[in-house]
Protein backbone atom coordinates (compact mmCIF):
# COMPACT_ATOMS: atom_id res chain seq x y z
CA UNK A 1 0.00 0.00 0.00
CA UNK A 2 0.92 3.44 -0.23
CA UNK A 3 3.57 4.85 2.48
CA UNK A 4 3.55 8.55 4.17
CA UNK A 5 6.73 9.01 6.15
CA UNK A 6 5.99 11.46 9.11
CA UNK A 7 8.41 12.63 11.19
CA UNK A 8 9.24 12.98 13.70
CA UNK A 9 8.50 9.95 15.60
CA UNK A 10 8.86 11.22 19.07
CA UNK A 11 9.47 15.20 20.59
CA UNK A 12 9.98 16.09 23.99
CA UNK A 13 9.70 20.03 24.64
CA UNK A 14 9.36 22.54 27.24
CA UNK A 15 6.31 23.95 27.69
CA UNK A 16 5.76 27.22 25.52
CA UNK A 17 8.49 26.25 22.75
CA UNK A 18 7.50 25.94 18.99
CA UNK A 19 7.31 22.29 17.45
CA UNK A 20 7.00 20.90 13.84
CA UNK A 21 6.25 17.90 12.99
CA UNK A 22 5.79 16.86 8.63
CA UNK A 23 5.02 13.97 6.36
CA UNK A 24 6.54 13.10 2.76
CA UNK A 25 5.16 10.74 0.23
CA UNK A 26 6.33 9.47 -2.78
CA UNK A 27 2.79 9.90 -4.34
CA UNK A 28 1.03 12.69 -4.77
CA UNK A 29 -2.08 13.90 -2.71
CA UNK A 30 -5.03 16.10 -3.34
CA UNK A 31 -5.68 16.35 0.25
CA UNK A 32 -3.60 16.67 3.44
CA UNK A 33 -5.23 16.12 6.68
CA UNK A 34 -4.05 16.65 10.11
CA UNK A 35 -5.68 14.56 12.96
CA UNK A 36 -4.75 14.76 16.72
CA UNK A 37 -5.32 11.46 19.16
CA UNK A 38 -5.50 11.49 22.57
CA UNK A 39 -5.20 8.27 24.96
CA UNK A 40 -8.37 5.68 24.65
CA UNK A 41 -10.15 8.37 22.24
CA UNK A 42 -10.13 8.34 18.24
CA UNK A 43 -8.01 10.79 16.31
CA UNK A 44 -9.54 14.59 15.99
CA UNK A 45 -9.33 16.57 13.06
CA UNK A 46 -7.47 19.68 13.52
CA UNK A 47 -7.02 21.13 9.78
CA UNK A 48 -7.71 19.80 6.19
CA UNK A 49 -5.55 21.39 3.23
CA UNK A 50 -6.71 21.11 -0.23
CA UNK A 51 -4.98 23.10 -2.60
CA UNK A 52 -1.30 22.78 -3.53
CA UNK A 53 0.48 25.50 -1.07
CA UNK A 54 -2.57 26.31 1.20
CA UNK A 55 -1.21 27.41 4.62
CA UNK A 56 -4.19 26.99 7.06
CA UNK A 57 -4.06 28.25 10.56
CA UNK A 58 -6.45 26.65 13.67
CA UNK A 59 -5.76 28.69 16.96
CA UNK A 60 -1.70 27.77 17.99
CA UNK A 61 -1.96 25.23 15.10
CA UNK A 62 -0.73 26.27 11.04
CA UNK A 63 -0.50 23.57 8.26
CA UNK A 64 0.76 23.73 4.48
CA UNK A 65 0.13 21.99 1.45
CA UNK A 66 3.39 21.51 0.05
CA UNK A 67 3.48 22.77 -3.25
CA UNK A 68 4.86 19.46 -4.97
CA UNK A 69 1.63 18.25 -3.74
CA UNK A 70 3.45 15.21 -2.20
CA UNK A 71 4.53 16.82 1.67
CA UNK A 72 2.66 18.90 4.16
CA UNK A 73 3.91 19.81 7.98
CA UNK A 74 1.90 21.16 11.03
CA UNK A 75 3.28 23.51 13.62
CA UNK A 76 2.39 24.32 16.44
CA UNK A 77 3.39 27.41 18.41
CA UNK A 78 3.60 27.88 22.16
CA UNK A 79 2.98 24.74 23.25
CA UNK A 80 0.88 24.17 26.28
CA UNK A 81 0.32 20.85 28.23
CA UNK A 82 -2.72 19.60 26.62
CA UNK A 83 -0.40 19.88 23.43
CA UNK A 84 0.26 16.11 24.52
CA UNK A 85 -0.96 13.04 22.40
CA UNK A 86 -0.48 11.57 18.61
CA UNK A 87 -0.83 13.62 15.52
CA UNK A 88 -1.40 12.13 12.36
CA UNK A 89 -1.32 13.55 9.09
CA UNK A 90 -3.14 11.44 6.46
CA UNK A 91 -3.52 11.95 2.82
CA UNK A 92 -5.92 11.53 -0.30
CA UNK A 93 -4.84 10.64 -3.65
CA UNK A 94 -7.27 12.10 -6.30
CA UNK A 95 -9.78 9.31 -7.43
CA UNK A 96 -9.49 6.87 -4.49
CA UNK A 97 -12.83 7.06 -3.26
CA UNK A 98 -12.15 8.97 -0.32
CA UNK A 99 -9.30 6.06 0.97
CA UNK A 100 -6.52 7.98 3.61
CA UNK A 101 -3.47 6.90 4.07
CA UNK A 102 -1.85 7.55 6.91
CA UNK A 103 1.41 8.31 8.52
CA UNK A 104 2.54 6.48 11.41
CA UNK A 105 2.23 9.46 13.83
CA UNK A 106 4.24 12.18 16.34
CA UNK A 107 3.92 11.64 19.93
CA UNK A 108 4.41 14.91 21.54
CA UNK A 109 5.49 15.51 25.21
CA UNK A 110 4.94 18.73 26.51
CA UNK A 111 7.14 18.87 29.72
CA UNK A 112 6.48 21.82 32.35
CA UNK B 1 -23.67 15.13 20.35
CA UNK B 2 -23.13 11.17 19.65
CA UNK B 3 -21.06 11.42 16.49
CA UNK B 4 -19.74 7.86 15.71
CA UNK B 5 -20.52 5.63 18.08
CA UNK B 6 -18.74 1.92 18.64
CA UNK B 7 -19.74 -0.63 20.33
CA UNK B 8 -17.66 -2.73 22.34
CA UNK B 9 -15.27 -0.58 23.78
CA UNK B 10 -13.40 -3.69 25.10
CA UNK B 11 -13.64 -7.38 24.11
CA UNK B 12 -11.29 -10.32 24.70
CA UNK B 13 -12.11 -13.34 22.40
CA UNK B 14 -10.06 -16.82 22.14
CA UNK B 15 -8.75 -17.75 18.69
CA UNK B 16 -11.54 -19.35 16.35
CA UNK B 17 -14.22 -17.06 17.64
CA UNK B 18 -16.41 -14.66 16.17
CA UNK B 19 -17.46 -11.35 16.72
CA UNK B 20 -19.38 -8.32 15.22
CA UNK B 21 -17.96 -5.01 16.05
CA UNK B 22 -20.81 -1.85 16.21
CA UNK B 23 -20.63 1.18 14.39
CA UNK B 24 -22.90 3.58 14.33
CA UNK B 25 -23.56 7.44 13.20
CA UNK B 26 -26.21 10.78 13.80
CA UNK B 27 -24.55 12.88 11.23
CA UNK B 28 -26.61 11.81 8.31
CA UNK B 29 -23.35 10.76 6.35
CA UNK B 30 -22.93 9.12 3.77
CA UNK B 31 -19.70 7.26 3.67
CA UNK B 32 -18.25 4.95 6.60
CA UNK B 33 -14.73 3.52 7.10
CA UNK B 34 -13.36 0.48 9.49
CA UNK B 35 -9.75 0.88 10.51
CA UNK B 36 -7.18 -1.16 12.30
CA UNK B 37 -4.38 0.67 14.56
CA UNK B 38 -1.67 -1.49 15.66
CA UNK B 39 1.06 0.01 18.01
CA UNK B 40 3.63 2.44 16.16
CA UNK B 41 1.57 2.22 13.02
CA UNK B 42 -0.77 4.67 11.67
CA UNK B 43 -4.34 3.51 10.53
CA UNK B 44 -4.65 0.99 8.11
CA UNK B 45 -8.17 0.92 6.36
CA UNK B 46 -9.76 -2.84 6.53
CA UNK B 47 -12.95 -1.85 4.31
CA UNK B 48 -15.29 1.03 3.43
CA UNK B 49 -18.80 1.94 2.47
CA UNK B 50 -18.98 4.97 0.45
CA UNK B 51 -22.70 5.11 0.27
CA UNK B 52 -25.64 2.85 1.68
CA UNK B 53 -26.14 -0.10 -0.36
CA UNK B 54 -21.92 -0.39 -1.13
CA UNK B 55 -19.07 -1.96 0.46
CA UNK B 56 -15.37 -2.32 -0.73
CA UNK B 57 -11.74 -3.47 0.20
CA UNK B 58 -9.15 -1.64 1.93
CA UNK B 59 -5.63 -2.00 2.43
CA UNK B 60 -6.18 -5.08 5.27
CA UNK B 61 -9.10 -6.93 4.13
CA UNK B 62 -8.31 -10.35 5.06
CA UNK B 63 -10.27 -12.26 7.65
CA UNK B 64 -12.49 -9.56 8.40
CA UNK B 65 -16.42 -8.96 6.54
CA UNK B 66 -18.06 -5.75 6.71
CA UNK B 67 -22.17 -5.05 6.31
CA UNK B 68 -23.80 -1.59 5.73
CA UNK B 69 -27.16 -2.20 7.84
CA UNK B 70 -28.21 1.03 6.59
CA UNK B 71 -26.78 4.49 6.38
CA UNK B 72 -26.22 5.09 10.13
CA UNK B 73 -24.22 1.47 10.65
CA UNK B 74 -21.68 -0.80 9.36
CA UNK B 75 -20.65 -3.43 10.85
CA UNK B 76 -17.63 -5.42 11.10
CA UNK B 77 -17.15 -9.16 11.62
CA UNK B 78 -14.73 -11.46 12.37
CA UNK B 79 -15.78 -14.89 11.67
CA UNK B 80 -12.54 -17.31 13.24
CA UNK B 81 -10.75 -14.35 15.17
CA UNK B 82 -6.89 -15.07 15.05
CA UNK B 83 -4.24 -13.70 17.34
CA UNK B 84 -2.95 -11.34 14.43
CA UNK B 85 -6.22 -9.24 14.28
CA UNK B 86 -5.41 -7.97 18.15
CA UNK B 87 -5.60 -4.65 17.62
CA UNK B 88 -7.70 -0.74 18.69
CA UNK B 89 -10.26 -0.53 15.77
CA UNK B 90 -12.00 2.02 14.55
CA UNK B 91 -15.14 3.20 12.92
CA UNK B 92 -15.04 6.66 10.46
CA UNK B 93 -17.94 8.35 8.57
CA UNK B 94 -18.07 11.12 6.28
CA UNK B 95 -19.91 13.07 4.10
CA UNK B 96 -19.22 13.24 0.49
CA UNK B 97 -15.65 14.75 0.25
CA UNK B 98 -15.12 15.75 3.10
CA UNK B 99 -12.77 14.86 6.52
CA UNK B 100 -13.50 11.72 8.42
CA UNK B 101 -14.76 11.82 12.30
CA UNK B 102 -13.86 8.54 14.08
CA UNK B 103 -14.96 6.79 16.61
CA UNK B 104 -13.58 6.15 20.27
CA UNK B 105 -12.12 2.62 19.01
CA UNK B 106 -12.99 -0.72 20.08
CA UNK B 107 -10.15 -2.42 22.17
CA UNK B 108 -9.77 -6.18 20.80
CA UNK B 109 -7.47 -9.04 22.22
CA UNK B 110 -7.41 -12.34 20.86
CA UNK B 111 -5.94 -15.14 23.27
Known amino acids: GQQLNQSPQSMFIQEGEDVSMNCTSSSIFNTWLWYKQDPGEGPVLLIALYKAGELTSNGRLTAQFGITRKDSFLNISASIPSDVGIYFC????????????FGSGTQLTVLP | NAGVTQTPKFQVLKTGQSMTLQCAQD?????MYWYRQDPGMGLRLIYY???????DKGEVPNGYNVSRLNKREFSLRLESAAPSQTSVYFC??????????FGDGTRLSIL
Open chain 2, 27 to 31: MNHNS
Open chain 2, 49 to 55: SASEGTT
Open chain 2, 92 to 101: ASSPINQPQH
Open chain 1, 90 to 101: AGQMSGSARQLT
